[in-house]
C-alpha cells in the first residue's frame, strides 16, 4: 500500500501498516492545513459491486485518534434502515493492538453516514466526536475517537476503516484499508496497524471541546419528562454551539471543563418520577466490565447422561462457571445457580468455551461480582441440542438429570438432589436464555419449573406454548395461557420474577413486546414493576438492540443485580 499523496514519503511502511502523525485537527468537515503533512492512503481493497473511491488519513494527539476520509461517490444514499447499508465510514480500533479476536475493552467499531448520523457497534458512544460534509463529487468525514491511554511516538494500534458504499437500499460493496474477508467486525485480529509519530518535544495537543459537546448532545436527547427534577440538567446545559467552541479563540480548556464538570454533575442528581421509576431502562454497559478480571472465576465442564428419544442415552456436557473464591471444601459457604441456554444454532460452548478460557460473559460476571454488583454466583450453561433435542421438552432433562447433578457437586442451596430439597432451594435459582433459549425458558416456566425456578430471564423470544411464534401471532391467547398456568400452580405473584428483554432492532421484537403487552393485562399474577419489592415482571427495551449475543450480555449486565433479591 503506498501512500498516495506525502509529503513525508515512507517506503519502509509495511503492507499492514500505515503511518499517522501528530496534530490536532478542528473536526469541523474542512480539511485543516494540519492534515496536509499527513500520508493519504488509498483504500485497496474491494468487495462487491462498488465503484467508489476513498483516501483516508490519520493524525493523533495525547488524547485521541482523527480520521480524514475522502470519499469518492456519484449517489448518496442513507435510505436503507440498515446503518451498514448506508452510505458510511466505519472506524475498527484495537488500541492495545493485542488482536483479541473478540472486541474486548480496548476495541471498538463505530460508524458515520452521509448525514452524520452515528452509530455504535462495539464501544463507548462518548468517545466519537465526528463531522461531515458533502463535495461536489462524494463527501468528507472528519472523525474523532478518543483514547483510553496517552499515546507516545512508536505506539502502535489495530486499525481498520471501511466504506460501505450504497445505492438505494442496498450496500452495493465496501472498500476497506487491509481486510479483504469483510469480517473485521467479528474478529480484531483482522485489523491492519497504525504506528504514531511525529511529534515533536513538548509539543502540545490543541484544544478539546469534543468531550464537553458530546456530553451536551447526551444532554439534549435526554427524555426529561422521566424526571422530578429536569430543570438542574437544562440549566447546566452551556448556551454555546459547536462553531462557537470550535472557533477556538473565545474559550479556554479551563473554562471547558467546568462546564463539562458542572453538566455531568447535573445528570447525576437527576431523579426519576415514581411512574417513570416502574420502567426497567436500558443502560449501556461501561466497556471497562470486558476488562480482564484480577478476581477471575474458572470455567469446569461436567459430563452427563441424558435420555433420548430412542429409549437410549446421550453423552452430554454443560459448563460451569464458578466464581472467585469458590472453595469446594468450604461447605459453610452456599451459590445462587443461574442456568443460561444459547440460541438456535449455537451450543452448550458458546459463552464460556471451557476450562481456561475467558469469553465476554465470564469477564462481564468477573467484573460485575468483584465490584459488588451481585453476590458470587454459580452460573451453568447447558444445551438444548442431544436428550430428546427439543426445547419443549428440556425441562425434563433440566429437572430431572442436570439440576440433580450441578446442586450436589457444587456448593448450592439444595441440600441433596430429592426433588423436595431442589424445590425447597427455589428462591437460589434462576433460568434464563437467548432466543430458542428464550423459548426455553417461557417452556421451563409453564411446564413445571416453577416449583424448581423463582427467576426466569427470556431474552429476545416468545413462548411458544401454542405453538411456534405463538406470543407474537396470538398473544392474548399466550398471555391468558401463562397466567393459568400461574394460578393453577398455587404460586402468587410475590413467589416468581420474569425479567425480560430484548432491542427495538432485534427480529424477536415483534413477537416478544405483544406478548408481555398481553401478559400486563393479567395482574393478579404478573404484576409489572422494576423494583422487585413492588412488582415480579418487567421488559427491557434497548433502542439499538439487535439479535445478538452483544446485547443480550448487556442485558444481563442490566438484569443480573436483580435476581435473588424478592
Ligand atoms: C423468537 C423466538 C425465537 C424469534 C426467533 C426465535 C424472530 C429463534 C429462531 C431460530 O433460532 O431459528 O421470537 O423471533
Redesign the pocket.
Known sequence: MTPISTTAGNDAIAPKRIAAYFGSPVVDGKIDPVWEKVPAYQAPHRSGDTRVSATFRVLWDDRALYVLAEVKDGHLSVQSGTPYMQDSLEIFLDEDNNKSQEYGVDDLQFRVNVENVQTVDKGDASRFYTAVSKTEDGYIVEARVALRKRPVNGTVMGLELQINDAVGEERVGTLNLFDSTGMAWNDTGLFGEVLLSGKKFNEQSGINPYDLLILIREAQSMDFTLYKNPEVVKNAIPDVTAEDLLGGQEVTQEWIDERYAALKAAIESLEMTEEAANEKYFRAMPTDYLADSDRPGTIETLWYEADNTEGGKDRKKLHVYLPYGYDASDKSVRYNVLYLMH???ENEDLLFGGPGENRALKRIIDNMIARGDIEPLIVVTPSFYGGKNDVALFHEELIGTILPLVETKYNTYAKSAAPADLKASRAHRAFGGF??G??TTWHLFAKGGLDYFKYYIPL???S?ALGD?S??LKPEETAAFLARVVRESGYKAQDFYIFSATGKQD??Y???KPQIEAMKKHDDVFRYSSKPEKGNFYFMEAEDGS?TWYWQNQYLYNILPDLFKG
Open positions: 440460541g438456535g444454532g432466543s430458542m428464550s423459548v429476545s423470544g416468545d411458544w411464534r406470543g407474537g427480529i424477536a415483534p413477537n416478544l439479535h
